[in-house]
């Protein structure tokens, strides 16, 4: 080998060994640019060493295209319109009684808004022991531990574990993007009615139905707060309209008596009752046949507008002039019970809610 191709030789190696020594020595960037290139042949030859590097010795390094993502979902002002971006066939209900315009106007006056108590009465929440992500934050106030479990089943109205879960998460779920908290750019994550106007304040106070019985439905209610909001979704059914779930006769009587003077008691609070579900006239039921001025009865829709029609064995939404209001009670987005579908950590799992 002539002198001069020796020379080559050793200068090319001196020069490998400098380079490798720069890539031992270079810390893992903790992001890197390969996907910005649309096109592979306008990728420089330098970003080519760099992004073969990066892929061989670093595969923590995020892509950059992921930080642009993040980055747009927190500008996007909250939890449910990430998810609307990403799962816009979800968010039907919440798009149908128009919660986002509704907070985009109250954040818009910033009024001032005193700190309101939300009432549970319902199956549970599941709120322990690894709580749904969408629960992180929230003021449970002075809920016993019993009623921060979901495993109800014998309730009134044959209410199923996970019911009072749903609620709580349609109602206050939390809202990390609305506080200033981040989410990965498709997360699955919802936040409630009352979390998307900025600055209010809650409480969810829930209260299970299995600890919850005629002589201490009174004393029950009496524990929460002046002012409080209570979210009633169970009923019991006359047994002349009706042969399953139902109370006969002066039984049905009394507790029509027996709510009524509960509501009447706590004139100070407002009672949202479920219509029930069993396609009758409301008043054919109770607490749905108690029309107060601190009583709103609801009745349930589906997305084109229509009564709620459950299917053969879950019945239709019940109906009648003391319904003041109805609104979706089929394909809401909501937290569900233990063990199916909850605590979702990515995009792929968000059908399972």
Not at 5 to 14: D, E, F, G
Not at 52 to 77: N, T
Not at 276 to 281: K, R
Not at 313 to 338: D, E, K, L, Q
Request: a negative charge; aromatic letters at 8%.
């Amino acid at each position: 080998m002539s002198t001069i191709k020796k020379t080559l030789v050793i200068v090319l190696a001196i020069i490998a060994i400098i380079v490798a020594s720069l890539f031992i020595a270079r810390p893992c960037p903790r992001y890197h640019v390969s996907q910005l290139y649309l096109n592979p042949q306008d990728v420089p030859l330098s970003q080519k060493v760099l992004n073969w590097y990066v892929d061989k010795f670093c595969p923590e390094s995020a892509p950059v295209s992921r930080l642009i993502k993040e980055a747009l979902a927190q500008s996007i002002g909250s939890d449910l319109v990430n998810l609307r971006s990403n799962f816009p066939d979800l968010v039907g209900a919440y798009e149908k009684i128009s919660i986002l315009d509704a907070w985009e106007k109250i954040n818009e006056l910033k009024p001032v808004l005193e700190k309101t108590t939300i009432g549970i009465v319902d199956t549970g929440v599941d709120a322990t022991n690894g709580r749904h992500p969408e629960f992180d934050g929230v003021d449970f106030g002075t809920n016993d531990h019993l009623s921060l479990q979901d495993r109800s089943s014998k309730v009134p109205g044959g209410r199923p574990a996970g019911h009072g879960t749903e609620i709580a998460g349609i109602i206050g779920a939390n809202n990390i993007i609305g506080t200033g908290g981040t989410l990965i750019g498709d997360s699955p994550q919802m936040n409630g009615l009352i979390s998307g106007v900025s600055g209010l304040k809650y409480t969810l106070e829930s209260r299970a139905l299995n600890l919850i019985t005629m002589a201490n439905l009174g004393s029950t209610i009496d524990t929460l707060p002046t002012g409080s909001v209570v979210n009633m979704s169970f009923k019991k059914t006359d047994c002349r309209f009706l042969v399953l779930f139902c109370i006969k006769g002066e039984e049905f009587n009394e507790a029509t008596r027996y709510f009524r003077q509960a509501f009447e008691g706590n004139s100070d609070k407002l009672f949202v009752v479920a219509a029930g579900n069993d396609g009758l006239d409301v008043e054919k039921s109770v607490p749905s046949n108690i029309t107060l001025s601190n009583t709103i009865i609801v009745a349930a829709t589906d997305l084109n507008d229509e009564r709620a029609d459950f299917g053969i064995f879950g019945g239709s939404s019940s109906f009648g002039v003391g319904v003041n209001i109805s609104a979706p009670g089929i394909g809401v987005y909501a937290p569900a019970i233990r063990g199916k579908g909850n605590f979702p950590t990515s995009g792929a799992e968000a059908n399972n809610y």
